[in-house]
C-alpha cells in the first residue's frame, strides 16, 4: 500500500498524486498541512523533518519527501518506457524541463503572483511588485511555449514524467488574474492536460479556501 501524507490543495501534493494515478496507483491520502496542520508534530518530523508535505511511503519501504525525488521514485518503480525512459539520453533533456519549471518558471509564478494575488485582498494587493513579477514571467512562458511546438507532450505524443512537473502549475498560471503572454503551444498543451481525468482530479484543486478573506 501507498500512503501520501499532505492536503490536495498543495502543489507539490497534486505532482505526486498526479503521478500515481497516471500510473494507475491508488494511495491511501492523509490531510496533512495548511489549515489542517499535523506537520510540526514529532511524529510527522519523524518522516520528514523539513515539516512540509507531501511524504509517501510505499510499503514498508522509507519516508520520501521532496516531490519531484517522489516522482522519479514512481517513474523508475512503476513506470514504463514512456513515462519513464530507460536511456539516460532519452530522459536528461526532459528532465531539464521539469528541473527548469521548479528553478525558473515556478518560483516567479508562485512568490511574484500566485501567493501576493490570493493571500491578499484587492485592495491591499502591491500591483507593481504583481506587474512586475507578470513581465518577468512572460519570456519564461514563451520558452516553455518555444519547446511545446515540437509537440503534444514533452516526452513524445504520450505523457511522461516531466509533464507532471512541468504542467501542475498551470492551472494556476491560467487561472489566475493577471497580464499574461501569448503562448498558442501552451494553452494547447494546458487544454490537451486538462482533458485528461488525473489532472482534472489532482491538479485542478480549487485554491479558494486559500484566499485571503
Same mark, same amino acid.
Given at each position: 500500500?501507498i500512503t501520501v501524507w499532505g492536503r490536495a490543495?498543495?502543489?507539490?501534493?497534486?505532482?505526486?498524486?498526479?503521478? =500515481?494515478?497516471?500510473?494507475?496507483?491508488? !494511495?491511501?491520502?492523509?490531510?496533512?498541512?495548511? *489549515?489542517? /496542520?499535523?506537520?510540526?508534530?514529532?511524529?510527522?518530523?519523524?518522516?520528514?523533518?523539513?515539516?512540509?508535505?507531501?511524504?509517501?511511503? &510505499?510499503? &514498508?519501504?522509507? @519516508?520520501?519527501?521532496?516531490?519531484?525525488?517522489?516522482?522519479?521514485?514512481?517513474?523508475?518503480?512503476?513506470?514504463?518506457?514512456? @513515462?519513464?525512459?530507460?536511456?539516460?539520453?532519452?530522459?536528461?533533456?526532459? &528532465?531539464?524541463?521539469?528541473?527548469?519549471?521548479?528553478?525558473? @518558471?515556478?518560483?516567479?509564478?508562485?512568490?511574484?503572483?500566485?501567493?501576493?494575488?490570493?493571500?491578499?485582498?484587492?485592495?491591499?494587493?502591491?500591483?507593481?511588485?504583481?506587474?512586475? *513579477?507578470?513581465?518577468?514571467?512572460?519570456?519564461?512562458?514563451?520558452?516553455?511555449?518555444?519547446? =511545446?511546438?515540437? /509537440? !503534444?507532450?514533452?516526452?513524445?505524443?504520450?505523457?511522461?514524467?516531466?509533464?507532471?512537473?512541468?504542467?501542475?502549475? =498551470?492551472?494556476?498560471? @491560467?487561472?489566475?488574474?493577471?497580464?499574461?503572454?501569448?503562448?498558442?503551444?501552451?494553452?494547447?498543451?494546458?487544454?490537451? =492536460?486538462?482533458?485528461?481525468? *488525473?489532472?482534472?482530479?489532482?491538479?485542478?484543486?480549487?485554491?479558494?479556501?486559500?484566499? *485571503?478573506?
Amino acid at each position: 500500500m501507498i500512503t501520501v501524507w499532505g492536503r490536495a490543495t498543495s502543489g507539490n501534493v497534486q505532482i505526486v498524486m498526479w503521478a =500515481l494515478a497516471e500510473l494507475g496507483l491508488k !494511495p491511501v491520502r492523509h490531510d496533512v498541512g495548511g *489549515a489542517f /496542520g499535523g506537520n510540526r508534530t514529532p511524529e510527522y518530523l519523524a518522516m520528514n523533518p523539513n515539516g512540509l508535505v507531501p511524504v509517501l511511503r &510505499d510499503g &514498508d519501504g522509507p @519516508f520520501l519527501w521532496e516531490s519531484a525525488a517522489i516522482l522519479r521514485y514512481l517513474g523508475a518503480t512503476y513506470g514504463g518506457e514512456q @513515462f519513464w525512459p530507460s536511456s539516460p539520453a532519452k530522459r536528461a533533456p526532459v &528532465d531539464m524541463w521539469a528541473e527548469w519549471i521548479k528553478t525558473s @518558471f515556478g518560483p516567479v509564478l508562485a512568490t511574484g503572483l500566485f501567493w501576493p494575488i490570493v493571500a491578499a485582498p484587492p485592495a491591499k494587493r502591491d500591483h507593481a511588485s504583481i506587474a512586475a *513579477a507578470a513581465e518577468k514571467l512572460k519570456p519564461l512562458a514563451a520558452m516553455l511555449d518555444a519547446r =511545446l511546438a515540437d /509537440g !503534444p507532450y514533452l516526452g513524445g505524443d504520450e505523457i511522461c514524467f516531466a509533464d507532471i512537473v512541468v504542467g501542475a502549475p =498551470l492551472y494556476r498560471y @491560467f487561472t489566475l488574474e493577471f497580464d499574461r503572454t501569448d503562448t498558442p503551444h501552451l494553452r494547447a498543451y494546458y487544454d490537451r =492536460l486538462q482533458q485528461r481525468p *488525473a489532472y482534472a482530479e489532482h491538479v485542478m484543486v480549487s485554491y479558494e479556501s486559500q484566499r *485571503a478573506k
